[in-house]
């Protein structure tokens, strides 16, 4: 069955960077666009990023934009998100999500927390 | 980009319909029918209810539907159950080549 393991979160300082991964199965991983969501505790949902199946096309909210960079490697089923200069604000919960329809969060991951913390 | 107003809280008793509205700007919700509905459990990932502004994924019950008019759009939910209790967040595409969020509406089944 379809399957999103999001892995590489934890306690990191402020400036610090990290990188999120999240392994795919079930489906044609290659053919797909997959998102990045976060959550912070007790918020609602915030889109993070987008990129297209072949990984040529990216798409970042705002508030990410020269911070996160949103990658993936189709030969090993696996999407990433490299997070650098966090700040206290970047403390969620981060979801990877299938775009079957691009901009729909078809199946998502049961998500990775990272803590921004002095 | 502001997110998409939806309401704090919305309630229902069993079997009765409600609808949560979503409203945005013709830059998004308005400009483009790419609206989608999750719901969200305490504690658990988001699940997709409805995509493009009215389609159902599979497994999804038809007792939740979608519509939009202008810059506003609306989920349905009838027959209303207690397992239907959950956060429901709206998105939508934007002019930007980005998606919004709507703020999150706590469903409460009485």
């Known amino acids: 069955q379809v399957q999103l393991v999001e892995s590489g979160g934890g306690v990191v300082q402020p400036g610090g960077s990290l990188r999120l991964s999240c392994a795919a199965s079930?489906?044609?991983?290659?053919?797909?666009?997959m998102h990045w969501v976060r959550q912070a505790p007790g918020k609602g949902l915030e889109w993070v990023a987008f990129?297209?199946?072949?990984?040529?096309?990216?798409y970042y909210a705002d508030s990410v934009k020269g911070r996160f960079t949103i990658s993936r490697d189709n030969s090993k089923n696996t999407l990433y998100m490299q997070i650098n200069s966090l700040r206290a604000e970047d403390t969620a919960v981060y979801y990877c999500a299938i775009g079957y329809f691009d901009w729909s969060m078809d199946v998502w991951g049961k998500g990775t927390t990272v803590t921004v913390s002095s | 980009q502001s997110a998409l107003t939806q309401p704090a809280s919305v309630s229902g008793s069993p079997g009765q319909s409600i609808t949560i509205s979503c409203t945005g700007t013709?830059?998004?919700?308005?400009?483009?029918?790419?609206v989608s509905w999750y719901q969200q459990h305490p504690g658990k990932a988001p699940k997709l209810m409805i995509y493009?502004?009215?389609n159902r994924p599979s497994g999804v019950s038809n007792r939740f539907s979608g519509s939009k008019s202008g810059n506003t759009a609306s989920l349905t939910i009838s027959g209303l159950q207690a397992e239907d209790e959950a956060d429901y967040y709206c998105s939508s595409y934007t002019s930007s080549s980005t998606l919004v969020f709507g703020g999150g509406t706590k469903l409460t089944v009485l």
């Open positions: 493009d502004v009215s």
């Open positions: 013709s830059s998004d919700l308005g400009g483009y029918n790419y």
């Open positions: 990129i297209r199946y072949d990984g040529y096309n990216k």
């Open positions: 079930g489906f044609s991983f290659s053919s797909y666009g």
